[in-house]
């Protein structure tokens, strides 16, 4: 596997679409920055004060939006770069001169995973080197940012999972890159779906209006959207499954059990990883 991971990260810094993702990423980190400190002085806030870039310009309100782009990320460049491996003969060569199915399909894996978390530095990078001189230093507690960074981390790893799973399984091009991005994008309205309904409150207020239209009785209502017992522990255990559910707990920094998700991230990394090496491994390649 050594010898294949040579070559792929060889043919990495080659790669056109590798370095326009690193651009487009560093780029990303330096325009949050930059919105967010015009956004603070349109508004009349004087970042010099404490207070107010305490709670005004938080550096990790930007910093940690690169969870919410990483899934896309990795969904484009792992299917651009890997879907030609098909078309070009690639994957027949390899195994031609004695590359086993197993080593291809993990090397690639890894080789996605490595890309992806590079260019998701390269945005960390330089929304560090711009955001502190503009909106200072993080203000959460050092432990929940570590745990972000690392769980944020695996969850990228089960996205290239299931990304890898997808192109390495599908003889074109064009397909992989469909159903990834495609792919994707459900996983992400699927998991503000059910963030909705997690978040929905236990009681609305309800209104009756007099005849000269007053409002009277505003008294609480039980709404019947909230979800309660077992119903509330499926919401909740696909949310923490599904990589854009972590992905928008992440973003906001709203998670309170840091290891099960990333335990339940390190499960789909390892499932989907598994059954797809071993698709592969029976794929006709002809």
Known sequence: MTKLLSANFLRLWKSTAFRVCMIVCAAL??????????????????????????????????????????????????????????????????????????????????????????????????????????????????????????????????????????????????????????????????????????EAPEFIQGYEMSVNGEIVNAVPEPNPHYLRDTARTVYQFLYDLLPTGQSLQYTMLSFTEPLRLMGLAAAVTALFSAAGAALFKRKDLK
Not at 61 to 72: D, H, L, P, R, T
Not at 107 to 118: E, H, P, Q, Y
Request: glycine share 8%; aromatic share 12%; hydrophobic share 55%.
């Open 29 to 198: 980190g330096v325009l949050t920055i930059l919105g967010e400190f015009q956004f603070q002085v349109s508004t009349g806030a004087d970042l010099s004060v404490p207070e107010v870039a305490q709670y005004k310009a938080l550096l990790e309100k930007e910093f940690f939006q690169y969870v919410g782009i990483a899934g896309i990320l990795a969904a484009s460049f792992i299917s651009v770069f890997f879907g030609t491996e098909y078309s070009d003969g690639t994957i027949r060569n390899k195994i031609a001169v004695g590359h086993s199915r197993l080593s291809i399909y993990f090397a690639n894996l890894i080789t996605g995973f490595a890309a992806s978390l590079l260019c998701i530095a390269g945005y960390m990078l330089s929304c560090l080197a711009v955001g502190v001189p503009l909106l200072g230093w993080f203000t959460k507690p050092a432990p929940l940012l570590l745990a972000t960074i690392a769980g944020s981390a695996l969850m990228l790893a089960a996205f290239c999972a299931i990304f890898t799973f997808v192109v390495m399984n599908s003889s074109k091009k064009s397909t992989s890159v469909v159903v990834c991005l495609l792919g994707v994008f459900l996983l992400l309205f699927a998991a503000v779906y059910l963030n909705v309904r997690l």
